[in-house]
């Protein structure tokens, strides 16, 4: 399979914190930059955040101080560490991979933040 796969979505109240997860294969993960986006059904996809294979990181100002992303380069594995929750991040995340090739998305995972 070459699509990443995330996990770690759920139901969390305000002001809590998940972490989600994305495996990715090894022929897209190696050497790219991967990315953190997120849609609310109805509305346009909104990117969230990035990093490069150096570890590099960039985030939409909306969850900067809230949300980290970081990589495994050993494991192929990218994180969200998403703190201080909002019902506004209410989404499907999903994974992608930046390659020459084009990019590869997820199939997405939802988290829902609600009292």
């Known amino acids: 399979q070459v699509q990443p796969v995330e996990s770690g979505g759920g139901l969390v109240q305000p002001g809590g914190s998940l972490r989600l997860s994305c495996a990715a294969s090894?022929?897209?993960?190696?050497?790219?930059?991967m990315r953190w986006y997120r849609q609310v059904p109805g509305k346009e996809r909104q990117w969230v955040a990035s990093?490069?294979?150096?570890?590099?990181?960039d985030y939409a100002d909306f969850v900067k101080g809230r949300f980290t992303i970081s990589r495994d380069n050993a494991r192929n594995m990218v994180y969200l560490q998403m703190n201080t929750l909002k019902p506004d991040d209410t989404a499907v995340y999903y994974c992608?991979?930046?390659?020459?090739?084009?990019?590869?998305w997820g199939q997405g995972t939802q988290v829902t933040v609600s009292s």
């Open positions: 990093i490069t294979p150096g570890g590099y990181t």
């Open positions: 992608t991979a930046s390659t020459p090739r084009g990019d590869y």
């Open positions: 090894r022929s897209i993960f190696n050497g790219y930059a």
